[in-house]
């Protein structure tokens, strides 16, 4: 819902009224499993996009780290928001945090998360860690860490700060996305039309961040060529700096509980980019 208020204001700020409609997707429907025992991809966009698809919605918004690389036919990318923080958040309840200990986790901690990349990143640094399925929204998330659930849960930096989530009650550990490498275009919405809605497309233009996609478009490129979803053990990171170079920062397991594969790649272009990134996570 942070989302789709964040769109009507950007849209209403060059002149554009809209109406929001709330659609289910099956990843808001099914909270008793974790995504890898889920079928297919698209948890979260599906429904959304058959809705464009039958032109009930002319507009969808998306968290960008949820949309598969291959849109259905008829569909298309037409704009993206800025980037939020990027990184993973551990929050660690204070009376069990231990700063002798790496992540300042007792042994064999209770962490809570349902994402494959996060639970091989964390058990590549602390192989002892007991790693629990957790559903939810945030909210949802926070409640269950406070009522003693788990003993930590790892979020997406992005939730918490659009949500302005209160974190002073717990132990907090940010991790540079170079580290623990976040999901393919993590922190950035899209915005999906109908390919042929060009007077929506025009629209959209006014809010694009083309400077975003640069980036965006090289992380969903490799997610893309190593046929993944958002339940693969893939995290990619790419970053211009002030020159404008591209430098890319991988992670892959072909299971959460098998080892990591850490690829890091400097480049003046985005050509071949993901590419060469792949080859070597390949190799």
């Given amino acids: 819902m942070w989302q789709a208020h964040f769109t009507q204001e950007k849209l209403s700020a060059i002149g554009i009224e809209s ?122 998330r926070i409640q269950k860490l406070k009522q003693g659930d788990f003993d930590a849960i790892i979020l997406a930096s992005a939730g918490l700060a659009r949500l302005d989530i209160d974190t002073t009650s717990f132990h907090v550990i940010r991790f540079d996305p170079t580290e623990i490498v976040p999901a393919p275009a993590q922190g950035v919405l899209a915005w999906q039309t109908m390919a042929n809605d060009i007077q929506t497309r025009k629209i959209l233009m006014g809010i694009h961040q083309s400077e975003v996609s640069d980036v965006t478009n090289v992380e969903r490129k490799v997610l893309n060529l190593m046929n993944g979803g958002c339940q693969m053990p893939l995290g990619v990171y790419c970053y211009k700096d002030n020159f404008g170079n591209y430098h890319v920062h991988a992670a892959y397991s072909t299971s959460f509980d098998l080892p990591i594969t850490r690829v890091s790649i400097s480049s003046a272009t985005h050509f071949q980019l993901a590419e060469k990134v792949v080859e070597k996570l390949r190799s």
Avoid: C, W
Avoid at 62 to 77: F, R, Y
């Fill in 19 to 140: 109406e929001l409609i709330i659609i289910k997707t099956t990843g808001d429907q099914i909270q008793h499993l974790s995504f890898d025992k889920m079928e297919g991809k698209g948890f979260f966009t599906k429904e959304i996009e058959d809705a464009l698809l039958r032109g009930e919605i002319d507009l969808a918004v998306h968290s960008m780290k949820d949309l598969p690389t291959n849109a259905p036919e008829g569909l298309v990318i037409s704009a993206v928001s800025y980037r939020e923080d990027p990184s993973d958040i551990l929050l660690i309840n204070k009376n069990i945090a231990d700063k002798s200990k790496v992540l300042q986790l007792p042994e064999k901690a209770r962490v809570g998360t349902s994402s494959s990349r996060r639970k091989g990143q964390l058990l590549d640094i602390r192989p002892d860690l007991q790693l629990v399925d957790i559903r939810g929204n945030v909210p949802t």
